[in-house]
Protein backbone atom coordinates (compact mmCIF):
# COMPACT_ATOMS: atom_id res chain seq x y z
CA UNK A 1 0.00 0.00 0.00
CA UNK A 2 1.30 3.55 -0.72
CA UNK A 3 -0.16 6.76 0.38
CA UNK A 4 1.18 9.49 -2.27
CA UNK A 5 0.75 13.43 -0.87
CA UNK A 6 2.05 16.19 -3.76
CA UNK A 7 1.27 19.33 -4.71
CA UNK A 8 2.30 21.66 -1.30
CA UNK A 9 4.48 24.47 -1.98
CA UNK A 10 4.73 28.63 -0.48
CA UNK A 11 1.67 30.43 -0.50
CA UNK A 12 1.25 34.22 0.20
CA UNK A 13 -1.37 34.89 2.88
CA UNK A 14 -4.57 35.22 1.55
CA UNK A 15 -3.72 32.88 -1.42
CA UNK A 16 -4.70 29.60 -2.28
CA UNK A 17 -3.49 25.96 -2.89
CA UNK A 18 -4.33 22.53 -3.98
CA UNK A 19 -2.99 19.09 -2.57
CA UNK A 20 -3.28 15.75 -3.81
CA UNK A 21 -2.94 12.35 -2.72
CA UNK A 22 -2.73 9.13 -4.77
CA UNK A 23 -3.31 5.32 -3.02
CA UNK A 24 -2.24 2.27 -4.62
CA UNK A 25 -2.51 -1.26 -3.47
CA UNK A 26 -5.61 -0.75 -2.07
CA UNK A 27 -9.47 -0.33 -4.19
CA UNK A 28 -9.45 3.25 -3.57
CA UNK A 29 -13.33 3.35 -3.62
CA UNK A 30 -13.69 1.01 -0.47
CA UNK A 31 -12.09 3.45 1.60
CA UNK A 32 -12.72 6.94 3.53
CA UNK A 33 -10.12 8.92 3.58
CA UNK A 34 -8.85 12.45 5.77
CA UNK A 35 -6.17 15.23 5.23
CA UNK A 36 -4.31 15.97 8.69
CA UNK A 37 -1.50 18.08 9.68
CA UNK A 38 1.10 18.96 11.72
CA UNK A 39 2.56 22.42 12.52
CA UNK A 40 6.06 23.12 13.54
CA UNK A 41 6.38 22.25 17.35
CA UNK A 42 2.56 21.24 17.40
CA UNK A 43 0.70 17.92 17.40
CA UNK A 44 -1.45 15.95 14.93
CA UNK A 45 -4.49 18.05 14.13
CA UNK A 46 -7.25 16.62 11.82
CA UNK A 47 -8.45 18.96 9.18
CA UNK A 48 -11.35 17.03 6.93
CA UNK A 49 -12.37 13.58 6.26
CA UNK A 50 -14.56 12.12 3.28
CA UNK A 51 -16.72 8.92 2.83
CA UNK A 52 -15.88 6.47 0.44
CA UNK A 53 -18.61 7.61 -2.48
CA UNK A 54 -17.45 11.37 -1.94
CA UNK A 55 -21.15 12.19 -0.72
CA UNK A 56 -20.17 13.18 3.05
CA UNK A 57 -17.40 15.45 3.73
CA UNK A 58 -16.03 17.04 7.52
CA UNK A 59 -14.06 19.46 8.35
CA UNK A 60 -12.37 20.88 11.60
CA UNK A 61 -13.98 24.75 12.24
CA UNK A 62 -10.13 26.53 12.06
CA UNK A 63 -10.73 25.30 8.16
CA UNK A 64 -14.77 25.21 7.38
CA UNK A 65 -15.79 27.43 5.05
CA UNK A 66 -11.68 27.74 3.61
CA UNK A 67 -11.09 24.54 2.54
CA UNK A 68 -12.88 21.55 0.38
CA UNK A 69 -12.09 18.01 0.40
CA UNK A 70 -13.02 16.10 -2.86
CA UNK A 71 -11.88 12.54 -4.14
CA UNK A 72 -11.88 11.06 -7.80
CA UNK A 73 -12.64 7.30 -7.19
CA UNK A 74 -11.37 6.91 -11.14
CA UNK A 75 -8.14 8.28 -10.18
CA UNK A 76 -7.45 7.07 -6.94
CA UNK A 77 -6.84 10.85 -6.07
CA UNK A 78 -8.11 12.82 -3.10
CA UNK A 79 -7.81 16.19 -3.15
CA UNK A 80 -7.88 19.11 -0.57
CA UNK A 81 -8.20 23.08 -1.66
CA UNK A 82 -7.44 25.32 0.80
CA UNK A 83 -8.44 28.61 0.06
CA UNK A 84 -7.88 32.41 2.22
CA UNK A 85 -4.69 30.70 3.64
CA UNK A 86 -3.45 32.06 6.38
CA UNK A 87 -0.06 31.59 8.56
CA UNK A 88 -1.63 29.19 11.03
CA UNK A 89 -2.29 26.88 8.11
CA UNK A 90 1.85 26.09 7.89
CA UNK A 91 2.17 22.40 8.54
CA UNK A 92 3.06 19.46 6.81
CA UNK A 93 -0.54 17.84 5.41
CA UNK A 94 -0.80 14.02 5.73
CA UNK A 95 -3.69 11.92 3.74
CA UNK A 96 -4.62 9.22 5.63
CA UNK A 97 -6.62 6.02 5.14
CA UNK A 98 -9.69 5.00 7.53
CA UNK A 99 -9.42 1.36 8.02
CA UNK A 100 -10.93 1.16 11.42
CA UNK A 101 -14.54 2.30 12.83
CA UNK A 102 -14.25 2.45 16.64
CA UNK A 103 -13.79 5.71 16.94
CA UNK A 104 -14.67 8.80 14.92
CA UNK A 105 -13.69 10.44 11.61
CA UNK A 106 -11.48 13.10 13.55
CA UNK A 107 -9.75 10.16 15.54
CA UNK A 108 -5.93 9.02 14.02
CA UNK A 109 -5.97 5.51 15.21
CA UNK A 110 -8.81 5.18 12.96
CA UNK A 111 -6.90 5.36 9.73
CA UNK A 112 -4.35 3.12 9.32
CA UNK A 113 -2.19 4.38 6.04
CA UNK A 114 -0.80 7.59 5.99
CA UNK A 115 1.37 9.64 3.51
CA UNK A 116 4.61 10.92 4.25
CA UNK A 117 2.87 14.39 3.87
CA UNK A 118 3.28 17.54 2.22
CA UNK A 119 5.06 21.00 3.30
CA UNK A 120 2.44 23.90 2.75
CA UNK A 121 3.92 27.45 4.02
CA UNK A 122 1.88 30.05 4.36
CA UNK A 123 4.15 33.60 4.13
CA UNK A 124 2.43 36.28 5.61
Known amino acids: VQVVESGGGLVQSGGSLRISCVLSGLDFSRYDMSWDRRAPGKGLEWVSA????????YYADSVKGRFAISRDNDKNTLYLQMNSLNSEDTAQYYCAVRTEYTRSWSDSSDFGYWGQGTQVTVSS
Open 50 to 57: IDKLGRDT
